[in-house]
């Protein structure tokens, strides 16, 4: 069983910089490929990015490209991701997913966290 914890939301003003957290229990976890998710409310889900088991490879949604760095740490078992030139528009809760298999962008993930709300005033 993979359990997630997120951590680092907040309230930032329209061109700030947070950084968030996902903590993974898993023993297994350099095997996981891992993504952020994030919702807005009466919005879908949707993807943001996704790493590799190795941090290797990455993806982004064209929404955040250039803005966003997911990064990994297999040593503390831990998924970050950074932010950066944040917009009102990115105001979401933000959900740490892991998956068996391939980094995908597609939001067919094993295990969820239960979210971080992030909030950017203009």
């Known amino acids: 069983q993979v359990q997630l914890v997120e951590s680092g939301g907040g309230l930032v003003q329209a061109g700030g910089s947070l950084r968030l957290s996902c903590a993974a229990s898993a023993p297994t976890f350099s095997s996981l490929a891992m993504g952020w998710f994030r919702q807005a409310p009466g919005k879908e889900r949707e993807s943001v990015a996704a790493i590799n088991w190795s941090g290797g490879t990455t993806y982004y949604a064209d929404s955040v490209k250039g803005r966003f760095t997911i990064s990994r740490d297999n040593v503390k078992n831990m998924v970050y991701l950074q932010m950066n030139s944040l917009k009102p528009e990115d105001t979401a809760v933000y959900y740490c997913?892991?998956?068996?298999?391939?980094?995908?962008?597609?939001?067919?993930?094993?295990?969820w966290g239960q979210g971080t709300q992030v909030t950017v005033s203009s």
């Open positions: 997913a892991a998956r068996w298999g391939v980094a995908q962008l597609s939001p067919n993930y094993d295990y």
